[in-house]
């Protein structure tokens, strides 16, 4: 699986927009790009996943570039709750083996 | 649906003890996955199971063991707990999608362990 290279942390308004980056210059033509997060000392939460194509959930946007050498996940209306680690995943399309790979992640505080 | 539940929420154990940390998940899925996490570390894949009687070694397997005798539960062993065992342990599961997809993983609250 590729590598993904984050920032290690960064801050944003309450209620405005927190754009989140991610590096994966390594990927390859079937690996997704998974994002989950991680609230303190809570379990991490899936939030989005994606291969070429954008996509828009209840949670977030996976915006990723035409390369797909970066993304950005973007949570629209960032509230105080959204504080967590968010880890930025490169998968390869698997079965048998699907296990993820977490790094260290980038740490977003919401302020009020 | 209670989701992807871990027995117990936290336990001390002394150098030497055993215990079993349980998984349980309501939501028919195939896949479960043990990981551990350290302090300022990213998880850590131990052992997983891709259905029913059946387990494989992740990336840091060594000192535990697990069993998947009913689909719905994951159980991991540690037969002799040591103090680098100290951690935070957390369960996840996943379905089978179609053409043996797996996307999202769903996570259990976490074991917290101390090895005294």
């Known amino acids: 699986d590729a590598k993904t290279t984050q920032p290690p942390s960064m801050d944003c308004a309450e209620g405005r927009a927190a754009n989140l980056p991610c590096n994966h210059s390594?990927?390859?033509?079937?690996?997704?790009v998974y994002w989950y997060r991680q609230i303190h000392s809570q379990g991490p939460q899936y939030i989005i996943h994606g291969l070429k194509n954008n996509e828009t959930n209840e949670m977030a946007s996976l915006i990723i570039t035409e390369d797909r050498k970066s993304s950005t996940l973007i949570l629209p209306h960032a509230t105080l709750r959204d504080t967590a680690v968010y880890y930025c995943?490169?998968?390869?399309?698997?079965?048998?083996?699907?296990?993820?790979?977490f790094g260290k992640g980038i740490t977003l505080s919401v302020r009020p | 649906n209670a989701g992807v539940t871990q027995t117990p929420k936290f336990r001390v154990l002394k150098t030497g003890q055993s215990m079993t940390l349980l998984c349980a998940q309501d939501?028919?899925?195939?896949?479960m996955y043990w990981y551990r996490q350290d302090p300022g570390m990213g998880l850590r894949l131990i052992h997983y199971?891709?259905?029913?009687?059946?387990?494989a070694k992740g990336e840091v397997p060594d000192g535990y063991n697990v069993s998947r005798l009913k689909k719905q539960n994951f159980l991991l062993g540690l037969e002799s707990a040591a103090p680098s065992q100290t951690s935070v342990y957390f369960c996840?599961?996943?379905?089978?999608?179609?053409?043996?997809?797996?996307?999202?993983?769903?996570f259990g609250p976490g074991t917290r362990l101390t090895v005294t």
């Open positions: 939501m028919n899925h195939e896949y």
């Open positions: 390594t990927i390859s033509g079937n690996e997704y």
């Open positions: 996840a599961s996943s379905y089978l999608g179609p053409q043996g997809t797996s996307h999202e993983q769903y």
């Open positions: 995943i490169v998968r390869g399309f698997t079965g048998a083996n699907s296990k993820l790979t």
């Open positions: 199971s891709v259905g029913e009687g059946t387990t």
